[in-house]
């Protein structure tokens, strides 16, 4: 059965955000875009505390545009940095 849950103004803005930036980069849309449109959209709950782990929209880019074709970080301080703020 499938149960369709009714989304909020800010929560379709931070997927279309992700779906916008994903096409942008010739990608299929991913967890990594879902943050971008999270911090994107930044007068969230979810922005608020990103911003207060200072996770940007330059630094997620930099990470975005240094990834592989296999879809793997290959700069460790785009890593590190999600390491620190996962712990």
């Not at 279309?16 to 875009?33: F, I, K, Q």
Request: glycine share 6%; proline share 3%; with cysteine.
């Amino acid at each position: 059965m499938n149960v369709l849950v009714p989304m909020t103004d800010r929560s379709q803005r931070v997927i279309t955000l992700a779906d916008e930036s994903a096409r942008n980069a010739g990608m299929p849309a991913g967890p990594e875009h879902v943050l971008r449109g999270l911090v994107e959209e930044h007068d969230g709950l979810a922005g608020h505390v990103l911003d207060a782990y200072r996770v940007d929209l330059i630094h997620i880019d930099q990470c975005l545009n240094e990834t592989t074709s296999d879809d793997r970080v290959s700069d460790s301080t785009c890593t590190t940095g999600l390491d620190q703020l996962l712990s």
